[in-house]
């Protein structure tokens, strides 16, 4: 499904990352680990449009996608969802989520102005769709309520039910845990889980909590300072000494472990 070869970005005189590859297979669930700073938001701006690589080449289902514009790869099914939520707050948690559908709705601005039969329609299928997807994230009684009045948990659950809501075949989620008590990050674990199956789609995702990545992912991808320096199964990864010692800042005696 994604391909990254040698992917690589610099910013002035540093590289931020350096001559990075992985690849993601349908409907599986992998994790981007490391330390604080080691690039791998970065990995994630370059993926979805909004930096552009210096060097190396992303190919999404045989398509080189580096460069183009963030609502491009939007359009080729590739979504995220962002460390620092990113809500309209503002606005209701039913219209969150019906902007995701604002570049593919099948009617014209000549249409809308005039509120014509066939805008009506579309709007309608829109909310019963988003509709649908709010109540299977739990937040369907939650639909006509602002978005800034939503609890920290449900707030995350409903920036990934936007990004579903685009239609994506690969979701990139940015530290989806992040802020939440221990109970919040097993029904995550749990919804990530559902996701792959309920929508067939492939999960890249950030994470800092271990016990989610070990628990979820089938593949995972370390990242230190802007460099990978391991790839493999969740077991691999726990007893590679070069994992151990980026994250514990000291040489692998034997004992240690993630």
């Known amino acids: ?66 460069g183009l514009k963030p609502y491009r790869i939007t359009q080729k099914k590739i979504a995220r969802t962002f460390q620092n939520i990113r ?50 994230f739990g937040l369907g009684d939650k639909a006509f309520e602002l978005a800034t009045n939503l609890s920290y948990g449900e707030q995350r659950r409903l920036e990934i039910a936007r990004a579903l809501a685009a239609g994506p075949e690969l979701l ?24 792959k199956d309920k929508f067939g789609v492939s999960v890249l995702l950030i994470e800092h909590d271990m016990k989610l990545v070990m628990g979820i992912c089938e593949k995972i991808a370390v990242l230190d300072y802007g460099k990978k320096i391991a790839e493999g199964t969740p077991e691999q990864i726990k007893n590679n000494p070069r994992v151990i010692e980026a994250y514990l800042g000291e040489a692998y005696t034997g004992e240690e472990a993630i």
């Open 1 to 66: 499904m994604l391909k990254v070869e040698n992917l690589t970005i610099q910013f002035g005189g540093l590289k931020a990352v350096s001559e990075f590859g992985l690849e993601i297979d349908e409907k599986q669930v992998v994790g981007l680990i490391g330390p604080n700073g080691a690039g791998k938001t970065t990995v994630f701006n370059m993926l979805t449009g909004v930096y552009s690589p210096t060097e190396g080449s992303i190919t999404y289902r045989d398509e080189k996608i580096q």
């Open 87 to 136: 809500l309209f707050s503002s606005l209701t948690v039913l219209d969150n989520v019906k902007i995701s559908f604002g570049y593919r709705v099948k009617y014209n601005i000549f249409q809308a102005i005039f509120r014509t039969p066939k805008y009506f329609k579309v709007e309608k299928e829109i909310e019963e769709k988003c509709l649908e997807l709010l109540e299977a």
């Open 172 to 195: 990139l989620l940015d530290e989806p845990a992040a802020g939440m008590n221990p109970q919040e990050t097993q029904d995550l674990m749990k919804l990530i889980n559902w996701i």
